[in-house]
């Protein structure tokens, strides 16, 4: 008896729905970074083990939109959590009950939807009735399936979040074949691998005003080499300085260590040619987020 669960990883920026989507799948098909918003847009990942699939949809963290590709983020939130069998939470160990959470809370009981509670970043509490105390301040607001405190960067408890998804999983055939890793396309992939890396190296400078263009992405018939031309878009001219840095070093070190990742990712040589060009003020520009594939 195969079974399947469709399930939404939601929570506020930067509580690490990326990071635990990468390790629960046992690989990495979602950026990660220190940035919040990191994600834009839904990405899913899918895990079938036996019997059962698990169909993940890692979404934007849910935040005060300041614009109107801030906007499209808290909306594709909205959609994933009316439209799955249960949500996976989540939080942060330490810190307050912040107001995004509380919306989402809001939500999950509007919609009577199955939630497990995950509530990452353990190591880096030193005292452990500060987790006891986080458990009991969430408990009191919903009443979830499941409450796993788990670190997602080093995998621990990651295998008792799985076990009780599996338990919200029903009798039903898989609705994608069972080596499947993700929906999503080898150009969103290959766009959001250098996303990453802008979003690494540039650290507080120009996080959010780039956007990343696959314009070409084909095998060369004669060699086992994939030639991808990518464009940085960015929202002014002095940011475009800044990525393609003095005598280009910073647009080089971009290009290196993306490079690096598709080969890894593609298992193939990959020859990457990438230009930066101006797009003011595209994350308010419909057409453009359109164009970009982030509605």
């Known amino acids: 008896m195969t079974k399947t669960a469709f399930i939404a990883i939601v929570g506020c920026p930067n509580v ?72 996976l939470f989540v939080v942060e160990a330490k810190g307050e009950v912040k107001k995004g959470e509380y919306e989402l809370l809001e939500k999950f009981k509007k919609l009577k939807v199955p939630v497990v509670l995950a509530i990452n970043k353990i190591d880096m509490l030193s005292d452990k009735e500060e987790l006891l105390q986080r458990i009991v301040e969430f408990d009191r607001l919903f009443d979830f399936e499941a409450v796993v405190p788990v670190c997602a960067s080093s995998g621990e408890n990651v295998g008792d979040i799985l076990d009780e998804l ?99 990712f593609f298992g193939i040589k990959v020859n990457l040619q990438t230009w930066v060009k101006v797009k003011e003020d595209w994350r308010n520009r419909e057409g453009l987020i359109h164009n970009f594939g982030l509605d």
């Open 16 to 87: 690490g729905k990326s990071s635990l989507l990468n390790k629960m799948l046992g690989t990495k098909i979602a950026i990660v970074s220190s940035k919040p918003q990191t994600t834009r847009t839904k990405i899913m990942g899918v895990l079938t083990e036996g019997e059962t699939q698990l169909v993940f949809t890692d979404t934007p963290g849910y935040h005060k939109p300041h614009n109107k590709l801030g906007e499209k983020m808290n909306q594709a939130v909205g959609d994933s959590i009316g439209g799955v069998d249960a949500c």
């Open 166 to 264: 599996k338990k919200l999983a029903f009798e039903s055939p898989h609705f994608f074949p069972d080596d499947t890793l993700t929906d999503q396309p080898e150009r969103v992939l290959a766009a959001e691998i250098i996303r990453e890396k802008i979003l690494r190296l540039m650290d507080k400078e120009i996080p959010h005003g780039i956007a990343v263009s696959i314009e070409k992405m084909r095998e060369r018939e004669d060699k086992n080499l994939l030639d991808v031309e990518a464009i940085i878009y960015c929202e002014r001219d002095s940011h475009k300085g800044m990525v393609i840095g003095k005598k280009g070093a910073m647009l080089k070190k971009i290009s290196t260590y993306a490079r690096q990742d598709l080969e890894s």
